[in-house]
C-alpha cells in the first residue's frame, strides 16, 4: 500500500512539474516578448470571428503580423542551424508563414507560387539580421557586415533562388503537361531536365483518336464511290482531308487547348494497283525533338472490278485502311 501512494506521488510531481514548464514557457517574462505577439495573434484571428467587412480583413491581417514577428523573434533568440549551413530553422517556418500569408491563406494552404518564393524568403530573413546589431530585446542597430558574412549571405541567397528557379521550372512543366497531354507520347530519354516516370503503354494517344474518328469519315467519302469522282477527290485531299480533319479535331478535342496544335495532311502515293493514301495528324506543339512528331494510318484505294478498269462507268472504289496507326518521330514525309 505505502509503494502505490508513492507511485501515485510521483505521478502527480511529474505532472507538476511538466505544468509549471508549460506555464514558464507560455508566461511572457517581459511585456515586451515574443509570447506575447502571439498571443496578440490569437486575439486579432478571434476578434476577426466576430467583424465584418473591411474592418474583418484589417484584424485578421493584424493578427498575421503578429504572428510573423512573434515566431521570428522566437526562432532566432536560440536558433538551431540548417546542417551544413547558418540558416536557421526558425527561418524557414517563418519563410513558411510569410510565404502562406503573401500567396497562399486567402484560397488554399499550398499554392505554386508559395512554394516557389519560399526559400527565397527564408534566404531573406536568414540574412536581415546580418545588416543589424542587436537582439529582439533591444534595439537593433544598423550595420554593414563584414566581408566573410557577405560572402556566406550571397551565397545562401544564390542556392536558395536558385532552388525556387527549380521548382518554378517543375510547376511550368506539370502545367504543360496538364494543359497539353500530348506532350507524354513525346520521348524524353535525351532530356537533361525532364524523366518520364510513367510507362509509355499509358500515354495519351490523341494522334491516334483523332484516327480513329477519322477514318470511318474518309470511308463514306470513298467507298463504293465512282472510281472518276475518287480520284478527283484524291486530287483535292488535301482541302477534303483538311475539312474533315478539322471537324474531327474540333468535334473531338472541343475545347482542350490543344485543339489548335493538331493539323491532319494526306500524302497520296500512286501503286500499281491503285492508290495508297496515307493520313497525317501532325503535332505542332512543343516536343522533345526538334522535328515533332505525328500519327499515321495508310489506306489502299482500289478499283472493285477485278480486270482493273478504271474507265468502266460502273467501276467503284474501294478502301481498305490499316487496323493501327503508327507512331512516328521526325518530320512527317513531303508531299507530292
Request: proline content about 6%; aromatic content about 14%; some cysteine.
Amino acid at each position: 500500500m505505502e509503494f502505490l501512494f508513492k507511485e501515485v506521488l510521483g505521478i502527480f510531481k511529474y505532472i507538476r512539474e511538466l505544468f509549471a514548464e508549460v506555464q514558464k514557457f507560455l508566461t511572457p517574462a517581459k511585456a515586451f516578448s515574443w509570447q506575447t505577439l502571439i498571443y496578440l495573434s490569437i486575439f486579432s484571428w478571434g476578434t476577426s470571428y466576430f467583424a465584418q467587412g473591411y474592418i474583418k480583413d484589417i484584424i485578421a491581417f493584424c493578427g498575421w503580423l503578429f504572428l510573423l514577428a512573434g515566431t521570428a523573434w522566437y526562432t532566432t533568440d536560440d536558433p538551431l542551424r540548417v546542417p551544413g549551413t547558418f540558416m536557421p530553422v526558425g527561418a524557414l517556418i517563418t519563410g513558411f508563414l510569410i510565404s502562406v500569408f503573401a500567396f497562399g491563406y486567402q484560397k488554399s494552404l499550398l499554392t505554386s507560387k508559395m512554394i516557389v518564393i519560399w526559400p527565397t524568403i527564408a534566404a531573406v530573413v536568414t540574412a536581415i539580421p546580418n545588416f543589424f546589431e542587436g537582439t529582439g530585446r533591444k534595439l537593433a542597430k544598423a550595420k554593414l557586415p563584414k566581408l566573410q558574412d557577405r560572402q556566406k549571405v550571397i551565397i545562401l541567397l544564390a542556392w536558395c533562388m536558385l532552388i525556387s528557379c527549380w521548382l518554378q521550372f517543375y510547376f511550368v512543366i506539370d502545367k504543360w503537361l496538364k494543359e497539353y497531354p500530348s506532350l507524354r507520347a513525346d520521348k524524353f530519354d535525351k532530356s537533361a531536365f525532364v524523366i518520364q516516370v510513367e510507362p509509355r503503354r499509358k500515354q495519351p494517344k490523341t494522334g491516334d483518336l483523332i484516327l480513329k474518328k477519322l477514318q470511318p469519315l474518309v470511308n463514306q467519302q470513298i467507298a463504293n464511290k465512282p472510281w472518276s469522282e475518287v480520284e478527283k477527290w484524291l486530287l483535292e485531299a488535301n482541302q477534303q482531308l483538311g475539312n474533315l480533319g478539322q471537324k474531327t479535331i474540333n468535334s473531338n478535342l472541343g475545347s482542350s487547348l490543344e485543339k489548335p496544335l493538331w493539323r491532319v495532311e494526306p500524302r497520296v502515293v500512286n501503286i500499281k494497283s491503285g492508290y495508297r493514301l496515307d493520313i497525317l495528324t501532325i503535332w505542332g506543339g512543343p516536343s522533345a525533338n526538334s522535328k515533332g512528331y505525328y500519327w499515321q494510318k495508310s489506306c489502299l484505294i482500289e478499283p472493285s472490278n477485278p480486270g482493273n478498269q478504271t474507265d468502266n462507268k460502273n467501276t467503284v472504289a474501294r478502301i481498305t485502311c490499316d487496323r493501327t496507326s503508327k507512331f512516328k518521330n521526325g518530320s512527317p514525309p513531303p508531299q507530292q
